[in-house]
């Protein structure tokens, strides 16, 4: 129970600032005692939840936040001035006080005595808490508890341990990442950034310091794919069956090998060369041609007497090129049966190395196939880690996901295992290779509570849900959570700022965005009310629906310039030399899957995935 000291608390006379004095102290926790506020107090001087409080102790100012207030309950005694009693949390202490060398440091060393006089944090102190001269910091907007004084974070401390912005929908986390994003770049210039843009909508936010990738400009052959991915991807996003999955297992690395052998001109190939493909496991991205995946499928199944056996190796087969003629995929199958290695290219273009001054690339995700966007995320994260691993985090990339519940559920059953492993991959280890995260989701509660936990410095925008709030309170410190009483409460475009990154968890209002410069969907019209869809535009939506939009646009070189074959075609025999493209094949394809092998097959490969025909949706 605290201790009331009525003598100390009348005795000396209130200074004009003061709003209360210390009677009781338990651990970092003290109560002091307040005068009813007088109606026409001004803001500033007023003692309410949320606002800072200091605590004069000897040479220090304690710095504490006033988490609770309520009406005394105890006798009054002799003091019936304070009738009210507010909870502080101490949080910090500024040493040195009222001198020139004045500076603040979290954590407590004094504690405060009974009649300690407490009054609210004025400018000079907030400015002194929240400058921290010695890091490289960005302002991001202006505190709540006093608009003159600029929200400032450690943009080092937030990076190297990553971050989280929460939030319900449409309360500006978006916009706030925008913020974020454009601060962060300007004060590290040696940092890229991968933004996993979900909903397409960032694409205008950065001008030109970014680069849009889409399915119509990104190249990620099908080589680069782990072994889960590439079967999540041939089996359009279902377990695979095991019988398939087991086949797939063995003719994998021995088409690596194939390819290889091929390449450094050992002559005509020998598929059967199991010791080759020993070398090469099923993970490792190195180039293959899917010609030759399925002539070794072929071969192997021309070896098989039992029917049922055949029809496996048939269905793999079947599978496989329709994934490959599918429109839709042509971002993974374009020349998939010319080979090359094109991986520096691939990964100079996705994570902007050298950067030539455009740090940064948006992935839009909302124009891959539904079924395989999970795949594409695990490909990019786990690429953006192996990166940073073999090259000891000589070049620091943020990836910042949007909507990270869909990868990173709290329901471990949900979502695709290896995108989930290579999300937690770089929060866990990724600061040790400058591979750093930057988590953005509307559903907190869905959120997986132990990537939370990783997440260093947190952004928490107004949330209504309690699971939500439950969530955050088990991820921040006890006197942080006093403060998710407030989240429900919070306007568009404010947050509550926690951990490294921010001196104190202070309560926050991103700085305004210019319109063109806030996140919106490419979908939506810009400047109002959306045109009503006439026949031609629903046609165009039809189409896109269907992958027609996949193909690459007028703009694009065309692939042969894109990615020339590094092997001349003598050195790289192909194992179907005798693949031709043909309109009749193509129309084939759409026609429904033969119960027998069709001998030509092969030759629905090698048509090129995008034919010229004019695409409407060019823009
Ligand atoms: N910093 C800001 N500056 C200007 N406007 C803002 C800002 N923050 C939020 N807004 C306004 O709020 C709207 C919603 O913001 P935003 O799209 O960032 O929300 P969100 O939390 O990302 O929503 P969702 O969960 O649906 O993705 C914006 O369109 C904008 O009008
Ligand atoms: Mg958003």
């Known amino acids: 129970m605290p201790i009331g000291d009525p003598q100390a608390l009348s005795a000396a006379p209130q200074s004009a600032e003061q709003v209360g004095r210390v009677i009781s102290v338990r651990g970092s926790q003290a109560s002091v005692g307040l005068p009813p506020a007088a109606a026409h107090a001004p803001e500033e001087a007023r003692a309410t939840v949320g606002k800072f409080l200091g605590v004069r102790a000897g040479k220090s100012l304690l710095v504490g936040l006033i988490a ?3 009406l005394r309950t105890e006798p009054l005694l002799r003091n019936q001035e304070q009738v009210a009693v507010a ?50 910091m960005i302002e991001v907007g202006q505190l709540q508890q006093d608009g003159t004084i600029p929200a400032r974070l450690d943009v080092d401390e937030m990076l190297s341990k990553h971050f989280a912005v929460l939030g319900t929908t449409g309360v500006g986390k978006s916009s706030a990442v925008t913020l974020l994003l454009h601060q962060i770049l300007a004060a590290r210039p040696d940092l890229r950034v991968l933004l996993l843009d979900v909903h397409n909508e960032y694409s205008r936010c950065f001008g030109p310091k970014a680069q849009v990738l889409n399915p119509s400009n990104v190249k990620l052959p099908f080589w680069l794919y782990n072994f889960d991915e590439i079967v999540d991807v041939f089996f359009g996003g279902r377990p695979g069956l095991e019988e398939e999955v087991d086949i797939l297992s063995e003719v994998i690395p021995q088409a690596k090998a194939a390819y290889a052998q091929a390449a450094s001109g ?72 010319v080979g090359g290695d094109t991986m520096v290219d691939i990964l100079s273009t996705l994570f902007r190395l ?10 839009q995700l909302a124009g891959f196939p539904s079924e395989v966007v999970d795949v594409v995320v695990s490909v990019t994260c786990r690429m953006a880690f192996d990166l940073g691993l073999w090259s000891d985090g000589a070049d620091p990339l943020l990836v910042v996901c949007e909507e990270a519940h869909r990868y990173m559920a709290a329901d471990h059953s949900v979502g695709f295992a290896p995108t989930r492993r290579a999300i937690s991959r770089i ?6 290779y400058g591979v750093f995260l930057g988590l953005v989701t509307q559903r907190p509660a869905e959120l997986d509570s132990t990537i939370l936990s990783q997440c260093s410095t947190l952004f928490a925008m107004r949330m209504t849900n309690d699971r939500d709030q439950g969530l955050l309170r088990s991820a921040v410190a006890d006197t942080a959570a006093n403060f998710l009483a407030f989240l429900p409460s919070l306007g568009t475009g404010e947050a509550f700022a926690f951990g490294e990154g921010v001196a104190l968890p202070a309560r926050m209002k991103f700085r305004q965005l210019p319109p063109q410069l806030l996140p919106k969907s490419e979908t939506a019209t810009v400047g109002g009310a959306a045109a009503p869809t006439d026949d031609h535009s629903l046609a165009s939506v039809i189409e896109r629906w269907r992958g027609r939009a996949a193909k690459p646009r007028s703009t694009d070189r065309p692939v042969e310039e894109t990615r020339q074959p590094p092997l001349a075609p003598g050195e790289a025999p192909q194992l179907q030399p005798q693949l031709q493209t043909s309109q009749s094949q193509a129309q084939q394809q759409a026609a429904p899957q033969p119960t027998a092998l069709d001998p030509n097959r092969f030759k629905l490969l090698k048509r090129p995935l995008d034919p010229v025909a004019p695409d409407p949706l060019r823009r």
């Open 87 to 136: 909870q502080v949390d101490l949080i910090g202490e500024i040493r040195d006080n009222e001198t020139a060398s004045a500076f603040f440091q979290r954590g407590v060393t004094n504690y405060p005595a009974i009649g300690d006089a407490a009054s609210i944090i004025g400018s000079r102190e907030l400015r002194l808490i929240f400058e921290n001269p010695g890091a490289r």
């Open 68 to 70: 609770d207030v309520s």
């Open 354 to 363: 050298p950067p030539k001054g455009v740090p940064m690339t948006i992935m």
């Open 266 to 337: 050992a002559g005509r190939l020998t598929l059967k060369s199991e010791a080759a493909a020993a070398r090469y496991t099923l993970d490792v991205p190195v180039p293959y041609r899917i010609a030759d995946l399925l002539t070794l499928l072929d071969t192997r199944m021309g070896k098989l007497e039992n029917r049922s056996s055949r029809m496996v190796y048939h269905k793999l087969i079947t599978r496989i090129e329709t994934i490959c003629n599918d429109p839709r995929y042509a971002f993974m199958f374009e020349n998939a049966n």
């Open 427 to 432: 929060a866990k280890e990724g600061r040790k």
